[in-house]
């Protein structure tokens, strides 16, 4: 996590006065929201984004931290702009030093946590038809994807021959084959990747940026499992060794292309 050092304005604290003084942090990597990390107590979030874009995070931190591993909400409000202060979890992401030495380690960690969470039943989870809305995604896609070099160098390294596989027509073509045969049973992150998965000596201590978590299909968490080691490692028997460790029995190999092909997209 890189932290900039920051201002919170005067309409955060408003809304959050008792974060008045203290040292803020910008944590922010995504165009979309603007995340402060706040120095105070154990520390804070501070997410804010469009409006209406966050109440789906707010419910999801709040059904993961039920089930033990979510950050607590401080609070959620929607005005101006969306507003999520959630508390800091215990830990360090994966990105940290002391797990990204040890990269066999933590590929078979993440890929025990990850079977674990899909074993978690989707009872009372807020958000229950994420692999409906990601097709959608995919079918309102715009014309070409964003698929950029790193993306066609996944597919070789997760799919041999496949070439890149085409065309934008054709990435959606495979997509479409696949969606009769995609669940909605499973209880996914959604954006599962080193920075999201929070450690404290080797154990899970929680997940975070939960906005695209929900009932969905298996697959979309174990493509990004195996995306993230190879995006930061690159290192093809990773990868693989991710998908060893999690479990070939439970996996796919077409709907797991299916998947790559609708996230070139993403």
Known sequence: MKLRPAVLGEDDLTAFPFLRGAAAFDSSCSESARVFFIDKDGGYFLKK???GTLAR???MDGYFRSLGAGPEVVAYASDTCDRLLTEKVRGEDCLAERYMSRPEKLCDLLAAILRDLHSVPTD???ARHRTSEWLQTVADAEAEPRYFRENREFDAVLFPGSGG?????????TV???APYMKEDTLIHGDFCLPNVILDGWKLSGFVDLGSGGAADRHIDIYWGAQTLWHNFRRADLSRRFLDAYGKDAIVPEILKAVSAGEAFG
């Open 124 to 126: 009372g989870c807020p």
């Open 176 to 178: 479409s084959d696949c």
């Open 57 to 59: 995070e707010a419910a």
């Open 49 to 51: 984004a469009e409006k």
């Open 165 to 173: 596989r085409g065309s934008a027509e054709a990435l959606k073509a």
